[in-house]
Each structure stands twice: as structure tokens, then as C-alpha cells.
């Protein structure tokens, strides 16, 4: 059987690099995406079969080069596993439109652009999207008005994947992280911001990039088949509790 082959962008490190790793042990040739060439190239060093690319998902003819370079390499796209976004935490009234427009160009942007350069390879292989989110982008909490607002949009434009590309056998589902043990949260995350999400969280713990990846890799996977258009939050429950942290609060 010929192999199969996911494109993940923002794969140099954490969730994308999680899913890269799940996706080979599961029998999958990956196309690594970052914008950081030396952190890629770092995370890609023999991880095998796998392929690196240096591009910056929101800017479209990079983009346009990437898809191109992919297909040209491994001959095929099964999965895409838009992950690559930025983070930018503060109030409304401190985020100027620069910081705004910086966020929007990568976490929906990039999404979009990405999407859409790869349909065609998609509607080949009948392969599937799964954009990812965040808890952020299913309610409101403090300093997130980018970030948040980007994260919504990203839900919203996989509904509309999966409502106008499921007559072409391309499947698009949304997996929305909740607070995730990666080096950069715990070097940002104070204690009492650990603690708080610890009591908020009905699990009572952060999750792990591996337990991201693996909801990711089942939506790509044929055991997903029948699932199109879902929003999964991967948070231990802490959508369910709809509570804001004061912790978090300016």
C-alpha cells in the first residue's frame, strides 16, 4: 500500500512536532512546515521519512512554493494539519492593529492560504484537514481579543471546508487544545496561573502534546472516515466549566 503523506505546518516543535512523531509511528511520511528554518531543521535531524521546508504560511507565494515542493517530493497530500500560529496575550485597548494583523496572518491566514493551495491535492487523495484551535477560540477569557478572535475564525472557516469540500470526499474537522504542559507554558505560566488552571480544569492537570496529537492523527486516520465539520476540545473538560481565570487577569 502506498505510503501516506501529511503536511504539518509549525512542526519544529510541540504539538506539530508531537504529531510529526505520532504520524511516522504510525506508518505516515510527513512534510514538516516551519518558518524557523534552524529549529526545523533541528527537529527534523532523524525523525525518518520525513522532509523539511522553510516557509511562512502567511505569505502566499511561499505558501504557493511549499505545496508545490511537497507534492514534487513525496508525489501526494493525505492529511493537512494547519497548526502553525502565534500567540500574542494582552489587553483590548494595548493591542494596536500591527499586533492584530500579526496574529490574524498567520492563525487564519496561513490556515486559509494553506487550505486552499492544497484542495487539489486533497481531492486526489479524498484526505482530510484538521485545522487546530484552541479553547480560546470557543469562549472568551481575558487578554486574548487576537488571539481569541483568530482562534473562532479558524472553527468557523472548517465548518465551511466541510460544508463545501465534502462533495469531493475531503473531510474538515478542528481540534481545540486546552492548556498544554510545552516548554514555553511553563517557563510563561506562573504558579498561581498553573494552580488555577489546575482547579478549573476538571482533569486537574495539563494536557500533554503527545494526547493533541493523537486526537490529531485520529482525524486524519480512516477510522475517522464518517467524521466532517466536528470541533473536538482536547482540554480535560475545561470547556465544559466556561469559567474565566482571575489569575490571567491584568
Same mark, same amino acid.
Given at each position: 500500500?502506498?505510503?501516506?503523506?501529511?503536511?504539518?505546518?509549525?512542526?519544529?516543535?510541540?504539538?506539530?512536532?508531537?504529531?510529526?512523531?505520532?504520524?511516522?509511528?504510525?506508518?505516515?511520511?510527513?512534510?514538516?512546515?516551519?518558518?524557523?528554518?534552524?529549529?526545523?531543521?533541528?527537529?527534523?535531524?532523524?525523525?525518518?521519512?520525513?522532509?523539511?521546508?522553510?516557509?511562512?504560511?502567511?505569505?502566499?507565494?511561499?505558501?504557493?512554493?511549499?505545496?508545490?515542493?511537497?507534492?514534487?517530493?513525496?508525489?501526494?497530500?493525505?492529511?493537512?494539519?494547519?497548526? =502553525?500560529?502565534?500567540? #500574542?496575550?494582552? +489587553?483590548?485597548?494595548?493591542?494596536?492593529?500591527? %499586533?492584530?494583523? $500579526?496574529?490574524?496572518? *498567520?492563525?487564519?491566514?496561513?490556515?486559509?492560504?494553506?487550505?486552499?493551495?492544497?484542495?487539489?491535492?486533497?481531492?486526489?487523495?479524498?484526505?482530510?484537514?484538521?485545522?487546530?484551535?484552541?479553547?480560546?477560540?470557543?469562549?472568551?477569557?481575558?487578554?486574548?481579543?487576537?488571539?481569541?478572535?483568530?482562534?473562532?475564525?479558524?472553527?468557523?472557516?472548517?465548518?465551511?471546508?466541510?460544508?463545501?469540500?465534502?462533495?469531493?470526499?475531503?473531510?474538515?474537522?478542528?481540534?481545540?487544545?486546552?492548556?498544554?504542559?510545552?516548554?514555553?507554558?511553563?517557563?510563561?505560566?506562573?504558579?498561581?496561573?498553573? =494552580?488555577?488552571?489546575? #482547579?478549573?480544569? +476538571?482533569?486537574?492537570?495539563?494536557?500533554?502534546? %503527545?494526547?493533541? $496529537?493523537?486526537?490529531? *492523527?485520529?482525524?486524519?486516520?480512516?477510522?475517522?472516515?464518517?467524521?466532517?465539520?466536528?470541533?473536538?476540545?482536547?482540554?480535560?473538560?475545561?470547556?465544559?466549566?466556561?469559567?474565566?481565570?482571575?489569575?490571567?487577569?491584568?
Amino acid at each position: 500500500m502506498t505510503e501516506k503523506v501529511a503536511l504539518v505546518t509549525g512542526a519544529a516543535r510541540g504539538i506539530g512536532l508531537a504529531t510529526t512523531q505520532l504520524f511516522i509511528e504510525q506508518g505516515w511520511r510527513v512534510a514538516m512546515v516551519d518558518r524557523d528554518g534552524e529549529e526545523l531543521h533541528k527537529a527534523a535531524t532523524g525523525l525518518n521519512p520525513v522532509s523539511a521546508f522553510v516557509h511562512d504560511v502567511s505569505i502566499p507565494d511561499q505558501v504557493d512554493d511549499m505545496v508545490h515542493a511537497v507534492r514534487t517530493t513525496f508525489g501526494r497530500i493525505d492529511a493537512v494539519v494547519n497548526n =502553525a500560529g502565534v500567540a #500574542d496575550f494582552g +489587553p483590548i485597548e494595548d493591542t494596536d492593529f500591527a %499586533r492584530w494583523r $500579526a496574529v490574524m496572518a *498567520t492563525n487564519l491566514d496561513g490556515v486559509f492560504l494553506v487550505s486552499q493551495a492544497t484542495i487539489p491535492a486533497l481531492r486526489e487523495s479524498r484526505g482530510a484537514f484538521v485545522n487546530i484551535a484552541s479553547i480560546s477560540g470557543l469562549r472568551a477569557s481575558t487578554l486574548r481579543v487576537a488571539y481569541g478572535t483568530s482562534k473562532a475564525a479558524v472553527i468557523h472557516l472548517t465548518k465551511q471546508q466541510a460544508a463545501e469540500l465534502g462533495e469531493y470526499g475531503i473531510r474538515a474537522n478542528c481540534v481545540c487544545p486546552g492548556p498544554v504542559r510545552t516548554k514555553l507554558a511553563m517557563a510563561v505560566h506562573s504558579p498561581e496561573i498553573i =494552580a488555577a488552571y489546575h #482547579d478549573a480544569i +476538571p482533569l486537574n492537570r495539563y494536557g500533554t502534546e %503527545r494526547e493533541i $496529537a493523537e486526537v490529531i *492523527t485520529f482525524l486524519c486516520s480512516e477510522k475517522a472516515s464518517y467524521v466532517t465539520g466536528q470541533v473536538i476540545a482536547s482540554d480535560g473538560g475545561f470547556e465544559s466549566t466556561g469559567v474565566g481565570l482571575p489569575a490571567l487577569r491584568s
